[in-house]
């Protein structure tokens, strides 16, 4: 069974969203078209509260994407973005959703980012994606959507570490900075993670 991962397609991360991924409006068409080949899709959704600890304007004198340390960890500091329940958060109105069949909510504890769709930064709560995935027989993740740096790196680097064979489809996500970006990517490749172009699934 092959799974494809929607990695928060949110209107925050699109352009004209408080945390806009540049470009991030070109993979839809894309990801719209490839979700056919799939067995199953699934979808993640960031989904914090209003005083959640990643955004910069809960902290006292702290600048959007300062670095400060939160549970021991490096969290970046994010402008306010994906508040539950507002437009921001919603799934871009361009994304067929007809097909996904269970949709994975995260980031939603005050006190802990979650960047990957299967658990926390602090790995302690699960979204019970794994639990899913597997019940349903998925052997084989693929993974697009937004950010390539942030939550697609997360998600395809836990998905291999949880034994999946995975997939992250390059033209199919766009990322936040360049730098993390090919760090991210070093990462994934020495994994393991199989990195391809939609062409190629
Ligand atoms: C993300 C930063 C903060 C992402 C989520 O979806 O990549 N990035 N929250
Ligand atoms: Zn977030």
Redesign the pocket.
Known sequence: MRALIL??I?ND?LPGGS?A?EQGDEIITLVNSIQSKFDLVVASQ?WHPENHS?FASNHKNKEVFEVIKLNGQDQ?L?PN??VQGTDGAAFSSALNTDNVAAIFRK?MHKKV?S?SAFFDNNKTQHTGLEAYLKSMQVTDVYVC???A????YFTAKDAQNLGFKTYYITDATRY?SEVVYNTALLDLKQLGVTILNSADI
């Open positions: 990695v928060d949110q991360f945390l991924v960031d990643s970046v994010w973005h994906c980031g980012d960047y959507g937004l950010a740096d942030y939550c697609v936040i």
